[in-house]
């Protein structure tokens, strides 16, 4: 199989004819630009791990998604974000969580697994080592977008019962999976959390087996939707479970799993490919923006009801 590289930028209720044209077309843009970024690290025999985070760099800086510079704010009105990384051929990892000044996420997350001796780093503890290293930090307000103020104000309207929010204003991740020509899978997420979450609210982005897994042996996975059910299901690594102990393919394992999400009420979505490189992009919401680039070619989508070739 070629290289080959899979990508999301979150999952809801994304359905027809709620958004403009225009902005339609613009996120299918974006979605494009993050794709071929990663597919020219590929295509020039670049390691999967270099792939995903080449892609999720692009999604960050666009205000587009929920992650970076697009992020969701708390109750509060701040913002904070959660990143991790996973490089499945010796399984190391890096993550970082409520972050608010560091302009890349994911970088940081990368930067954890490289160069520290930890996984995992949080708030002050992994601004501070993002400034030791050179990470660039930003203010807070250049995070900031009129679209996710709106969101907030419509989902804090809602739960004190005077107008509707639905899932769409509620959360969004960005993420990617990648196999690259020496048979390595990599994954890398990054998230500005739930709109109106309590301040310190840790999701299953930067939970490695929740909201990102890889591993050459079995699979690399990156998860978009209601954090709080992913954490409990430890979603990655049932369904690397199931693909390694139970024998499923991985379509198959996805379905099971899929189905495990909506039994404890979750909502949202993954990608995820195996060591062959069999693709899926499974949800159960209205859409999901997603994307793949295999063979020299890329595709993207946006609604429950578009076909991809996965």
Same mark, same amino acid.
């Given at each position: 199989? +070629?290289?080959?590289?899979?990508?999301h930028?979150?999952?809801?209720a994304i359905?027809?004819g709620?958004?403009?044209?225009?902005?339609?077309?613009?996120?299918?843009?974006?979605l494009?630009?993050a794709?071929a970024?990663?597919?020219?690290?590929l295509?020039?025999?670049? +390691?999967?791990l270099?792939a995903?985070?080449?892609?999720?760099?692009?999604?960050?800086?666009?205000? #587009?998604f929920?992650?970076?510079?697009?992020?969701?704010?708390?109750?509060?009105g701040?913002?904070?974000?959660?990143?991790?990384?996973m490089?499945g051929a010796?399984?190391?990892?890096?993550?970082?969580?409520?972050?608010?000044?560091?302009?890349?996420?994911?970088?940081?997350?990368?930067a954890?697994?490289?160069?520290?001796?930890?996984?995992?780093?949080?708030?002050?503890?992994?601004?501070a080592?993002?400034?030791?290293?050179?990470?660039?930090?930003? +203010?807070?307000?250049?995070f900031?977008?009129?679209?996710?103020q709106?969101? #907030?104000e419509r989902?804090q309207?809602?739960e004190?019962?005077?107008?509707?929010?639905?899932e769409?204003?509620r959360h969004?991740?960005?993420?990617?999976?990648?196999?690259?020509?020496?048979g390595?899978?990599a994954?890398?997420t990054s998230?500005?959390?739930r709109?109106?979450q309590?301040?310190?609210?840790?999701g299953?982005?930067p939970?490695?087996?929740a909201g990102?897994?890889?591993?050459?042996?079995t699979i690399?996975?990156?998860?978009?939707?209601?954090?709080?059910t992913?954490m409990?299901?430890?979603?990655?690594?049932?369904?690397?479970?199931?693909?390694? #102990?139970?024998?499923?393919?991985? +379509?198959?394992?996805?379905?099971?799993?899929?189905?495990e999400?909506?039994?404890?009420?979750?909502?949202?979505?993954f990608?995820a490919?195996?060591?062959r490189?069999?693709?899926?992009?499974?949800?159960?919401?209205?859409?999901?923006?997603?994307?793949i680039?295999r063979?020299?070619?890329?595709?993207?989508?946006?609604?429950?009801?578009?076909?991809?070739?996965?």
């Amino acid at each position: 199989m +070629p290289p080959t590289l899979l990508i999301h930028g979150g999952a809801g209720a994304i359905e027809r004819g709620k958004s403009t044209p225009e902005h339609e077309a613009a996120l299918r843009s974006a979605l494009d630009e993050a794709l071929a970024a990663g597919q020219a690290v590929l295509d020039a025999g670049g +390691p999967a791990l270099d792939a995903v985070i080449a892609s999720v760099r692009v999604m960050e800086e666009s205000p #587009l998604f929920n992650a970076g510079r697009g992020a969701a704010l708390t109750c509060e009105g701040t913002i904070e974000h959660d990143a991790s990384v996973m490089d499945g051929a010796e399984r190391r990892a890096g993550a970082v969580s409520a972050t608010k000044r560091i302009r890349s996420p994911i970088l940081a997350a990368r930067a954890v697994m490289e160069r520290s001796p930890h996984v995992h780093l949080t708030a002050d503890g992994a601004e501070a080592f993002a400034r030791s290293i050179g990470l660039e930090i930003v +203010p807070e307000w250049w995070f900031f977008t009129p679209e996710r103020q709106a969101a #907030l104000e419509r989902v804090q309207a809602a739960e004190r019962g005077e107008s509707g929010a639905s899932e769409r204003d509620r959360h969004g991740t960005v993420g990617a999976v990648a196999l690259d020509s020496a048979g390595h899978l990599a994954a890398a997420t990054s998230t500005g959390g739930r709109a109106n979450q309590w301040p310190g609210r840790v999701g299953d982005t930067p939970v490695l087996g929740a909201g990102t897994y890889a591993d050459d042996r079995t699979i690399a996975y990156s998860g978009t939707g209601h954090g709080e059910t992913f954490m409990r299901l430890v979603l990655g690594h049932r369904l690397a479970c199931l693909v390694e #102990l139970a024998g499923m393919p991985l +379509p198959q394992a996805s379905a099971q799993v899929l189905d495990e999400l909506a039994a404890l009420g979750g909502t949202g979505g993954f990608i995820a490919l195996d060591a062959r490189g069999e693709a899926v992009m499974p949800h159960n919401t209205p859409g999901m923006y997603r994307g793949i680039a295999r063979g020299g070619r890329r595709a993207v989508a946006i609604f429950g009801d578009e076909t991809i070739d996965a």
